[in-house]
Structures are given as C-alpha cells and as structure tokens.
C-alpha cells in the first residue's frame, strides 16, 4: 500500500485518502490544476494527490474569503471561488504560492460535493526569488523551470476579469 506524506510528517495511507476523496467528489469530478496536471475521476484525483504530497514537506495555507453562489436554474449546483496563498516546503525549498479555486459543487444525496475544481497560480515561488519573481509573468517555478502564472487575467486574457461579473454583480 503506498502512503502521502502528511504535512505533520505522519502518513496517509492510500486506501484512506481514496475514501476521504470519494467522500467529497462526485463521479464526474475533474481536477485541472493550471494546465499541469489533469484528471479525472477518483483514482486518477487521489494519484494527482499523491503525487503533490510526495514532493511536499510542511504546508501552511491561508484562505482569504470563500463565496459561493448558488445556481438559480438548478437546486443542486453551486459555483464558488476560493483566493489564498501557502507556504510550502517542495522538494525542500521553500516556496510561497499565492493561488486560487474555482469550484463547481453538486448535491448528490443530499450532501455538497465537488465536481470540478480548477486550481490556478498568480506565483508559485521560492522565498529566495520572490522579490524579482513576482512581478514577471513566468512566474511559476516549482517545477523546476519558469512557466506563466495564471492570473492576474485583467492582464494576460482577451476577456481580462470579465469572469469575475457573478461574484459581484448584484444578486436580486
């Protein structure tokens, strides 16, 4: 049975992270974390995972607001939007990454669980870099060269912020 590092140094066994997973995610579940990694269903999420924790040392993550709207055309579909930022140790460097989340939830069985979650990167960068690294547009590197962060989309897509509308259009 393989195991995830935890970030207090203990282990999660494999068996028991599929089911803490399958427990939050619905069958359809897609995981697309900043054009890096993708996948699809339980058992290529909890491998995503797995895989994330093995480089993984200690973590500190803050999130900074949660907000979720609820669909008005379907009862058991949800949106939400996640801003935070970590402190990691990755492959023993330490890293600051400020990231994001946009979810889709469903209700299966009366419970919220997710259905698609697409994690993106403003930075993801060694303490050491971050001074000059945070305002260049690679600045992703903890994958050991410099990809383009994700955001802010004001200044890298045709359609800048217009996605953010839902979160602060007024709801009447």
Not at 27 to 53: H, K, N, P, Q, S
Not at 83 to 89: F, I, K, N, Q, T
Not at 98 to 123: C, E, I, N, P, Q
Request: aromatic share 10%; charged share 25%.
């Amino acid at each position: 049975m393989s195991a995830a590092s935890g970030a207090a140094g203990g282990t999660i066994p494999q068996d028991v992270l599929t089911t803490e997973v399958a427990a939050r995610i619905t069958d359809v579940l897609r995981l697309d974390a900043c054009r890096f990694d993708t996948a699809a269903g339980i058992e290529e999420i909890v491998e995503t995972y797995l895989g994330r924790f093995a480089a993984l040392g200690p973590t500190n993550h803050f999130s900074h607001g949660h907000v979720v709207i609820l669909d008005d055309t379907d009862p058991d579909r949800a949106t939400g939007l996640i801003a935070s930022h970590a402190e990691v140790s990755r492959n023993g460097v330490a890293m600051q990454v400020a990231l994001r989340y946009k979810d889709t939830y469903r209700r299966v069985d009366g419970r919220w669980r997710f259905a698609d979650r697409l994690m993106s990167y403003m930075y993801y960068l060694p303490f050491t870099e971050l001074s000059e690294g945070l305002g260049d547009r690679k600045s992703v590197r903890a994958y050991g060269d410099h990809r383009p962060s994700d955001w802010p989309e004001v200044l890298y897509a045709e359609t800048g912020n217009a996605w953010l509308a839902p979160y602060y259009t007024s709801r009447g």
